[in-house]
């Protein structure tokens, strides 16, 4: 017993050098990628109580109170919306303080930057204190991350046009024929694979001998955004390019996608019933691995509104905020005021949004408990949510092609 404590005593001094080790090597220009890590330390989290921790939530009086015990599944959901609700409070306490920020003479500039030992101290705590709450707070929580999510996956939208708009202009510069074959067989491999991906939709989500007929309008309208696209992008007064136009596509579809497999499983149109198992098991994999990809690329570039709104290649767009030439870079900011590169408040914001949507993918968008405290599945909200998202993303690309011809004295 006492070699026992002796051994965790050593093990926990070792994590805590470990941590000061870690947290002074963190230097200004590594703290979004910081930022980031923490992100992936809360899904590490979130997916271990996911498994683990249900044995021990049901003997807690102030979460078990229902007449009869619910399933383990319900625990498991629980423990990942309380991981993921501390983690959304201390993004967005933090996206609060630093509303304003405008020059790095600010104090709070340092707060974001730097103080990880407390930071992650308070992140730990917080989260610890989320299993004390009542249940009704964290069904909230659950209600609102659904709409939280949604604006998160318009963040995606915007960021996948920042990246896809830099990928065109990247190789449309090289000004050489193979660069001009390559974004068109890219663009037509996205084509083909969204249309081949309408086939399947169909298939599975309009069975033969039911009346289907939501289901079929929500493909066909997505089917005619992607000619939409094309036809906008292509058309002589706005001279955009097809690739956007084609990557745009297979995220609506994908979009349409995931919303049509949000549909109650005992749904007559929901083909998708009898491979639940193996399509939540893909779903969550793609979903995760797509939120630590955006939330990452939101650390490297995502810093300013401008910079997500304009292509690279803009003059109006804002400077990348990891640049190759970092010892021009820092001359550079020497001479002039030292003013932030990106928006701290929108910064943490992203992470804000992204620890709902991440809370979503883990749970299957299904956490919410009826009366006998069974878990409710997914249900038409998070249908409703992904498709809305889904035609928001297709009248925010036609506008960005759109806007700059219809009102050209103004700048987006």
């Not at 707070?137 to 998160?152: A, C, L, V």
């Not at 001479?335 to 949507?357: D, N, Q, R």
Request: proline share 4%.
């Amino acid at each position: 017993m006492w070699a026992a404590s002796c051994l965790a005593s050593c093990c926990a001094a070792c994590a805590c050098d470990a941590c000061r080790t870690v947290v002074s090597g963190i230097s200004r220009k590594s703290a979004r990628i910081a930022y980031c890590g923490l992100f992936a330390l809360s899904l590490i989290v979130s997916w271990i109580l996911r498994e683990v921790a249900a044995p021990l939530m049901e003997k807690l009086p102030w979460i078990n109170q229902f007449h009869k015990t619910p399933d383990r599944e319900w625990f498991e959901t629980d423990a990942v919306l309380r991981v993921s609700l501390g983690n959304f409070l201390f993004f967005t306490i933090l996206a609060i303080m630093m509303i304003g920020v405008k020059n790095q003479r600010d104090p709070r500039d340092g707060i974001h930057h730097g103080g990880w030992m407390m930071k992650i101290i308070c992140w730990c705590l917080l989260v610890i204190f989320m299993f004390f709450l009542p249940n009704e707070i964290i069904s909230f929580y659950e209600s609102i991350s659904k709409f939280g999510s949604g604006f998160f996956l318009l963040i995606q939208v915007v960021l996948l046009l920042d990246f896809v708009h830099g990928w065109n202009d990247k190789w449309a510069g090289y000004d050489e024929q193979f660069w001009y074959i390559a974004l068109f067989v890219v663009s037509l491999v996205c084509y083909v694979a969204a249309f081949a991906f309408s086939g399947v939709l169909f298939h599975f989500f309009t069975p033969s001998g039911h009346d289907c007929g939501l289901n079929t309008f929500f493909i066909v309208m997505t089917l005619i955004f992607a000619f939409l696209f094309a036809v906008v992008a292509l058309h002589p007064a706005v001279n955009g390019s097809i690739l956007p136009a084609a990557v745009i596509s297979l995220y609506c579809m994908y979009l349409c996608y995931s919303g049509l497999a949000s549909e109650p499983r005992d749904y007559e149109c929901n083909g998708l019933h009898a491979h639940s198992k193996a399509v939540s098991t893909g779903t969550l994999t793609l979903g995760l691995v797509t939120t630590v990809l955006s939330v990452v690329y939101s650390a490297v570039r995502a810093g300013s509104s401008t910079t997500l709104l304009s292509p690279p290649s803009s003059p109006r767009a804002g400077k990348p905020l990891l640049p190759l030439d970092n010892k021009a870079e820092e001359e550079e900011e020497k001479e002039k005021s030292k003013t932030v590169t990106y928006s701290y408040s929108f910064f943490h914001i992203i992470f804000s949004l992204a620890s709902m949507y991440s809370a979503m993918i883990l749970t299957g968008w299904s956490t919410s408990v009826g009366e006998s405290g069974r878990l409710v599945d997914v249900g038409w909200p998070s249908v409703w949510v992904r498709i809305v998202t889904g035609w928001a993303t297709a009248a925010l690309y036609i506008w960005s092609l759109a806007a700059p011809i219809l009102f050209p004295e103004r700048e987006f």
